[in-house]
């Protein structure tokens, strides 16, 4: 019975917020800040309304209606005082740093129920700097501040927990996902599954292809790694471990896939709003930056599936594509995302585009009886979407307490400058630097926020090592969506164990090493402006153009040591030459007047297609000895 009023409490606020956000989009009848107000309130009754939900005991429940009714009280608070507590902006009043302690203390223990501790130890270390760091000597050091004027910066003076972030996911971020969670619900899976089926004829590895199509689709509609696993790995890794795969490698490629769905334009997960917002340029810019690097990944991911498939020799039958149903459900995907993508381009708000996005949907599954949605069905989806959506909103509202800290303590530009000092003005080193702090920063934390944090706190040094500021965002995002696959805390790699039975190191590890295009692709990003449309020279483009897939090609057949065949040593070794040839010339510019990047790609090519003509021998002689007539001789 407890259960049954809180499923039926959470699903009356998912749908009220849901609506709420919907009409917003239509009509501005409230300001900027207490938008915000009710989108936290919102965001803390659904969290703790689940946290009560699945609470084990009656205290725990009774605790977490609690503290929903306290975000409700806080936020309510914030909404009612606007014009108050931005006058006392600094020097807030008793009741006001109360609840300003409220505020940060709810959104801290929402973050840790959702995402666990890495996001709130992450902020609690942030904070205790903004408090204490005038203690600390050196480098380090700055003024001191008083506490109420700390609470003030980091929540109720509409700063910290208010602002940037909290607005972007109110804003935009929020109907995205919404969004996202419609395509379940109006059997847009059908069509994924019978597009990822082309690839699976295209490609061997059959079912691990239909995988990595069908979880980067919608990957890059949901923004949410593990929540995508989740989705598409309930088909997806029965199939594989049923034709072959081994359980590790069946739950790599789904989470492999699912995240590097959030690379993949036009929407990115919605970090490709987040990433406008930091660059001050139109996300048509940012989507049009990201296809590139986003296809070249893709491309490593498929090429690991199929030499996977050729080292444990996995022979999948064909399947069979039903054409009708790929076309019938077309429409559902493709006519939504072009009225997103076309208002996006036309300067149209994300939350209206969103809008109108959620509205085509729905309306288009219902011309078709098959895909019809039953009404509570679709009010279930809806919610969904809005608890995920929250999760994502308290992620970025506690990273607005890291970044208010990095502003008024002035630490963003300390850490540039200790970046720039380690490195000793070495770009690569400086680089490497950054990648290693954008994992850790990304160990744990949603895809948004782990972005964010890697954007305010290790960008600046990039750009200020002379690094375009498109490119460094792009470097830094890459290595911020990669740390959920890299041990030793890998979410997507934890959720694509969990459902496939495996251990979780060794997925992990499987998962990493099917991703090696993501760890390759951010430092071609780089030093190749040709990977976001930015070419300094048309010559050493279209060289681009050739020896970037053909250098990935050859070095994910190194490293699973095959390719249409198992390699021999030489096989092995040579291809590994050709992927430092041709990846070195995308990577090298002239060197003391010599233009050593044109021989190298020559010698790439060569070498490349030297161990192709080896491969499709070998390929013919295994296809001769496996006939029954040389068989029997």
């Avoid at 607005?167 to 379940?184: E, H, P, R, Y």
């Amino acid at each position: 019975m407890q259960i049954r009023l809180l499923d039926g409490a959470i699903l009356a606020v998912g749908l009220m917020m849901v609506a709420y956000q919907m009409v917003s989009t239509q009509y501005l009848f409230l300001g900027s800040y207490e938008h915000q107000a009710v989108h936290l309130g919102f965001i803390f009754v659904l969290l703790f309304l689940n946290q009560a939900r699945n609470a084990r005991g009656a205290f725990g429940t009774i605790c977490n209606i609690g503290l929903a009714v306290l975000g409700v009280v806080a936020a309510g608070y914030v909404f009612v005082n606007i014009v108050h507590l931005e006058e006392v902006f600094g020097y807030p009043e008793g009741i006001d740093v109360v609840v300003g302690v409220l505020l940060i203390a709810l959104v801290v223990i929402a973050t840790r129920a959702t995402w666990g501790w890495t996001l709130p130890i992450v902020s609690a270390i942030f904070v205790g700097y903004f408090l204490w760091g005038h203690l600390i000597p050196g480098h380090l050091h700055h003024r001191p501040f008083n506490f109420d004027y700390v609470v003030s910066y980091l929540s109720i003076g509409l700063s910290g927990i208010f602002g940037t972030f909290l607005g972007i996911s109110a804003n935009q971020v929020f109907l995205f996902v919404v969004f996202g969670s419609l395509l379940g619900i109006i059997k847009v899976n059908d069509f994924f599954l019978e597009a990822g089926k082309i690839a699976g004829k295209a490609f061997r590895g059959g079912p691990g292809q239909t995988a990595v199509v069908s979880s980067g689709f919608i990957g890059m509609i949901s923004g949410a790694a593990v929540a995508n696993v989740a989705v598409t790995g309930a088909f997806t890794i029965p199939y594989m471990k049923q034709v072959g795969y081994k359980p590790e490698h069946a739950g790599a490629i789904e989470a492999t896939a699912s995240t590097g769905g959030q690379l993949m334009p036009p929407v990115m997960g919605a970090a490709a709003f987040l990433m406008a917002s930091f660059l001050g340029v139109s996300y048509d810019a940012v989507m049009l930056a990201g296809i590139l690097p986003a296809i070249l990944y893709f491309w490593g991911v498929m090429l690991g599936v199929q030499f996977l498939a050729v080292r444990c020799d996995i022979r999948p039958p064909l399947e069979r594509i039903n054409y009708r149903v790929l076309l019938r459900r077309l429409p559902l995907f493709a006519l939504p995302l072009a009225v997103l993508v076309t208002m996006l381009i036309l300067q149209y708000s994300p939350a209206n585009a969103a809008f109108w996005a959620i509205i085509l949907a729905v309306a288009l599954s219902y011309v078709d009886p098959q895909t019809r949605p039953k009404y509570p069905h679709l009010c279930r989806s809806l919610t969904s979407g809005a608890i995920i959506g929250a999760q994502i909103g308290i992620s970025l509202a506690i990273v607005g307490l890291v970044a208010q800290t990095l502003i008024t303590t002035g630490l963003g530009n300390k850490i540039a400058s200790l970046v720039e000092l380690l490195s000793g003005g070495n770009l690569l080193i400086g680089l490497l630097l950054t990648m290693v702090v954008s994992i850790i920063l990304g160990c744990g934390v949603p895809t948004s926020a782990a972005y964010t944090l890697v954007a305010i706190v290790v960008i600046p040094s990039v750009i200020k090592m002379g690094v375009d500021p498109m490119a460094a965002h792009f470097f830094s995002f890459y290595f911020a969506v990669i740390s959920s696959l890299t041990p030793p805390v890998a979410l997507a790699a934890l959720a694509g164990a969990g459902l496939a039975g495996a251990p979780y190191f060794k997925t992990s590890l499987s998962a990493a090493k099917l991703a090696i295009s993501g760890f390759i692709i951010p430092f071609l990003i780089i030093f190749n402006p040709l990977l976001t449309f930015n070419p300094v020279s048309w010559a050493w483009g279209i060289g681009t153009i050739v020896a970037v897939p053909l250098g990935m090609t050859a070095l994910t057949a190194a490293i699973y040591g095959c390719g249409l065949t198992m390699f021999t040593a030489r096989e092995r070794l040579l291809a590994a030459v050709s992927a430092f040839c041709l990846l070195g010339y995308s990577v090298f510019r002239h060197v003391d007047e010599l233009p050593i990047e044109y021989p190298m790609l020559v010698i790439g090519c060569v070498v490349f297609a030297w161990v192709l003509i080896s491969q499709i021998r070998a390929n013919q002689e295994s296809g001769k000895a496996m006939r029954p007539e040389f068989q029997n001789t």
